[in-house]
C-alpha cells in the first residue's frame, strides 16, 4: 500500500512536468525552449527529484493509519483483547480507530462469557455421576470428564483429538455410536466391561443438534453395584427361601406322618412333637435375627451408648453359654491382658455389646469339636480390644472374606446341621459398625480361629449423644 502511493504521487508529478513541458514544446515557434533544452531538462529532473519527499511523506501519512489496523487486526485474531488502536490523521481514521475497538471490547466481552459458560459447563460435567464423551461427525473426542476415563480405562486429557476407536477398542460401543451416527436414533446398549476389573457399563448415545449428525454424546453408568446388589437381592431372597424352607418341610412331615397313625403311638409321638418343636424355634430364630438385622440395617432403632464393664459383659455372655460349652467337653475362660484396669468401660449400647458377645462365643461353640474357648480383652488410649479364640476346624482362607454376609456357610450342611441360621457374624459386623468399632478375623484350617472386635473406650470425663444404628 506504502509503495502503490509513493509511486502514485511520483508519477503525478512527473506527469505534470511533462505535460507542462510537452505544451511548451509545441507553442514554441521561434526554438527558443529547443535552445534551452538542456536547462529545461535540469529544472525538470530538480522538481522531480523535490518530488520524492513530499510524496513519501504524503503517502506514509496515508498508510500508517492502515498498518495500525492491520497490526491491530493480527493481534485480536491471535486472540489478544487487550490491544488498543490510537492512530493520528482524518475524522474518518478516527472513527475507524473508534469503531475498531469498540468491535474489540464486545468481542473481548463475548469470549470471557464464552469461556465461563465453557468452564461452568466442565464443571457440572465433572461433578457428574456419570461417564462423559462428546465426539463429532468423525467420531474425533471433543471432550471427556474425569469419570468416563475412569471407566473407559483411558485419559480424558490424551484423548482429546483422537478417534474413539483409537481411545477404548469396545465393539458394542463402536457400533451403538455408529448406528447412532446414521440416522438410528438414540442408542442404549449394556456393556460387560472385561477390562483391568470386571464391571458393567450402561450406555447411552445421542446426537449433537444439528441438521446433519456434527457428533454425539456418550453417557455412561456404572451399574456393576447394582448388579452386586441385585445378585445380592436374588441371593437372599433364594436363602431365606431355603432356610425357612426346610423347618416347615419337617414340620410337614412330622405332622402328617402323626396324621397317618403314629399319634397312637406313644414313643413315636414324643419324637414327632420333638422334631416339630426344634423346628419352629430354629424357623423362629432365623425369623428374630432377619428382624434383628433388618432394623439395625434400616437405622429405625438407636443405640444408647453407655458405659458398659467389660469384665462384668464378657464374664456374663461366657456363663449363659458355660452348660452348652461343657456339654460337649468344651472349655471357656475369660482373661484380661496385663496391665487392664479392672474397671474398663466400653462405650456402648449395653443389650448390642451382649449380643456380639453372644454371637460370637455360640459360632465358636459350634465349630469347636474338642478344646478351649477363650475370651480375652485389653485396653488402648482410644479403644478396648476384646478377642474370642477357640481352638475348632479354622476357615479356608478363600472363605475368609464372605464369612461376615448373611447366609454365608463355609461348610453349609454343618451348618444347619448344628441348626445355624448364617446370619451370626452379620449382625456382628453390624453392630459392631453401628458402635463405631471394626470386626475382623485371623484363621487357620485345623488350628482355630480369632475373632477380633475394637470399639471406642468409654471414658467418665466425657459426655457424649446417643447414636442412631447404622450410624
Not at 66 to 79: F, K, N, Q, V, Y
Not at 91 to 116: I, K, V, Y
Not at 251 to 271: H, M, N, W, Y
Amino acid at each position: 500500500m506504502f509503495w502503490r502511493l509513493f509511486l502514485t504521487f511520483l508519477g503525478l508529478v512527473v506527469c505534470s512536468v511533462g505535460l507542462v513541458g510537452l505544451i511548451v514544446l509545441r507553442a514554441d515557434v521561434h526554438g527558443l525552449f529547443v535552445g534551452l533544452a538542456g536547462e529545461v531538462v535540469l529544472a525538470s529532473s530538480l522538481i522531480v527529484m523535490l518530488s520524492v519527499t513530499p510524496a513519501y511523506l504524503l503517502a506514509r501519512r496515508f498508510t500508517r493509519p492502515l498498518t495500525d489496523l492491520t497490526r491491530g487486526a493480527g493481534r485480536l485474531a491471535e486472540g489478544d483483547f487487550s490491544q488498543q488502536i490510537h492512530v493520528s490523521g482524518g475524522r474518518e481514521f478516527s472513527a475507524l480507530a473508534r469503531t475498531f475497538n469498540g468491535m474489540t471490547d464486545r468481542l473481548a466481552a463475548a469470549f470471557r462469557e464464552s469461556e465461563h459458560d465453557r468452564q461452568q459447563l466442565r464443571t457440572i460435567l465433572s461433578g457428574m455421576i456419570e461417564g462423559v464423551v462428546a465426539i463429532d461427525a468423525r467420531q474425533r473426542v471433543l471432550f471427556a470428564n474425569e469419570l468416563a476415563g475412569a471407566m473407559l480405562e483411558f485419559d480424558p486429557e490424551r484423548a482429546v483429538g483422537r478417534v474413539l476407536w483409537e481411545v477404548t477398542r469396545q465393539r458394542t460401543l463402536r457400533e451403538a455410536v455408529d448406528a447412532a451416527l446414521a440416522g438410528g436414533g438414540p442408542q442404549r446398549r449394556e456393556l460387560a466391561w472385561n477390562g483391568a476389573s470386571e464391571k458393567y457399563l450402561t450406555l447411552y448415545v445421542s446426537l449433537l443438534p444439528g441438521g446433519n449428525p456434527v457428533g454425539a454424546v456418550l453417557v455412561i453408568h456404572d451399574t456393576t453395584e447394582l448388579r452386586r446388589l441385585e445378585r445380592l437381592r436374588q441371593e437372599f431372597v433364594a436363602n431365606v427361601s431355603h432356610e425357612l424352607k426346610t423347618p416347615l418341610a419337617n414340620i410337614k412331615s412330622s405332622v402328617e406322618t402323626l396324621i397317618d397313625g403314629a399319634v397312637e403311638d406313644p414313643s413315636a409321638r414324643g419324637l414327632f412333637l420333638a422334631e416339630i418343636a426344634d423346628q419352629a424355634d430354629r424357623q423362629q430364630m432365623l425369623i428374630e435375627d432377619l428382624l434383628s438385622l433388618a432394623r439395625i440395617e434400616s437405622a429405625e432403632q438407636r443405640f444408647i451408648p453407655e458405659r458398659v464393664l467389660v469384665d462384668d459383659a464378657v464374664h456374663a455372655c461366657l456363663d449363659r453359654h458355660r452348660t452348652r460349652a461343657e456339654a460337649r467337653g468344651l472349655t471357656l475362660n475369660g482373661v484380661a491382658l496385663a496391665n487392664t484396669p479392672p474397671d474398663l468401660t466400653v462405650w456402648a449400647d449395653e443389650a448390642a455389646f451382649a449380643q456380639v458377645l453372644d454371637n460370637l462365643v455360640d459360632n465358636a461353640i459350634k465349630y469347636t469339636p474338642t478344646g478351649r474357648i477363650t475370651a480375652r480383652w485389653r485396653a488402648t488410649p482410644i479403644e478396648v480390644i476384646i478377642e474370642v479364640e477357640d481352638t475348632g476346624m479354622g476357615i479356608p482362607a478363600a472363605d475368609q472374606p464372605r464369612i461376615f454376609e448373611r447366609f454365608y456357610r463355609v461348610d453349609k450342611a454343618r451348618s444347619r446341621e448344628m441348626g445355624g441360621t448364617g446370619l451370626g457374624l452379620a449382625i456382628v459386623k453390624h453392630l459392631v459398625q453401628a458402635m463405631k468399632g471394626t470386626v475382623r478375623v485371623v484363621s487357620e484350617e485345623g488350628i482355630g480361629s480369632l475373632f477380633t472386635v475394637s470399639l471406642p473406650r468409654g471414658d467418665p470425663k466425657e459426655e457424649r449423644e446417643g447414636m442412631p444404628r447404622g450410624s
